[in-house]
């Protein structure tokens, strides 16, 4: 049976955080990779005024700075997830054109709209309960933005691909909720975004073995999930709060990330008087080297070099970066 090995309470992280930052980008963004990180790669210039041993008394566990990200070593085993974000955005702020390299993002909208739209001219909007799973694969230059008043709210999932998917032609799968597949059962509900729980299976393809559950429970229920014995997992709650791993724990509340240890499956029980949500992500590592350069995500400095070069260029499978602005 699984258990809980780590917890980031993201809420306290994230208010504790952004009262230190002079800034109004916010940092908003736990990276899994196999130097987990607690920075985000975009605030930088808002750094905040705390020393090192405040951040780790803050964050709950050793810190290393490597080129102004902030890494916890000791979240080498998420493979093969690189970051989970949690992201709340209002106009005018969102992800203007920006590339991708080597892993897949799948943005899965809690509440409200995203709009994107590609340099090869793919675009649309996902909405409430829809999902995006973008292989990036070679290449992609793209643009995420709220399209909605108020704030747009979702999860955003990077998974990484193997060296020989790394540098396949981008790919589009996208699933609109009424198409999602559910099963409900004794109080508990599920939306199987990939693989597969409670006797229905997704039609997603994962080039990285993965599974992406999205689990309801009513105040009483309880839940037993089978997950591959080699997979690495975790869990995000979404809201409310349960007892995840043991009734023997404290229970986790919303925007809490559980990394779960070894084991063939994970008991969840909700013994509050209000429902609990929460996604149980799972995937089978890659065990390769990973190298990160922000939207680039390759297995040596070599790669993220050319990565690099290539976007500049225009080469390489970004020969559209050349010509192509998003329409704003
Ligand atoms: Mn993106």
């Given amino acids: ?166 540098m396949i032609e981008p790919r589009y799968q996208e699933v609109p909720s009424e198409d999602i597949m559910r099963a409900e059962e004794d109080g508990v509900e599920v939306r199987v975004i990939a693989g597969e729980a409670m006797g229905v299976r997704s039609p997603v393809y994962t080039r990285t073995p993965t599974m992406y559950l999205d689990f309801t429970l009513k105040p009483g229920a309880q839940l037993h999930q089978s997950i591959p014995e080699t997979w690495n997992s975790f869990v995000y709650v979404i809201d409310g709060e349960g007892l995840f791993g043991s009734l023997n724990t404290n229970p986790v509340s919303a925007h809490h990330l559980l990394v779960l240890g070894p084991g063939d499956g994970l008991t969840v029980w909700n013994q509050s008087s209000r429902k609990l949500r929460f996604a149980v992500i799972g995937g089978q590592p890659l065990n390769e080297p990973v190298v990160q350069y922000g939207p680039f995500v390759m297995n040596s400095q070599a790669e993220i070099d050319q990565a690099i070069e290539d976007y500049q260029l225009s080469k390489n499978g970004f020969e559209m970066a050349k010509y192509w602005r998003s329409e704003n």
Wanted: charged share 20%; glycine share 10%; with cysteine.
């Fill in 1 to 166: 049976m699984r258990a809980i090995t780590h917890r980031f309470l993201q809420s306290n992280y994230l208010s504790q955080i952004r009262s230190y930052c002079n800034c109004s980008i916010k940092p908003t963004t736990i990276f899994l990779s196999q130097k987990a990180c607690l920075q985000d790669w975009w605030s930088r210039k808002c750094r905040p005024s705390l020393n090192m041993k405040e951040m780790e008394l803050l964050l709950g566990g050793a810190l290393e700075d490597v080129g102004g990200f902030l890494f916890r070593p000791d979240l080498k085993y998420l493979d093969p997830f690189v970051m989970l974000d949690e992201f709340s955005v209002s106009p005018p702020a969102g992800f203007p054109d920006h590339p991708h390299r080597g892993f897949e993002t799948v943005t899965y909208m809690l509440q409200g709209a995203f709009a994107h739209q590609d340099f090869s001219g793919h675009k649309g909007i996902i909405r409430t309960g829809d999902v995006q799973w973008m292989t990036a694969g070679r290449g992609i230059i793209h643009s995420e933005m709220p399209a909605g008043e108020g704030p747009q709210w979702g999860l955003q999932l990077w998974i990484n691909l193997s060296s020989r998917d790394k």
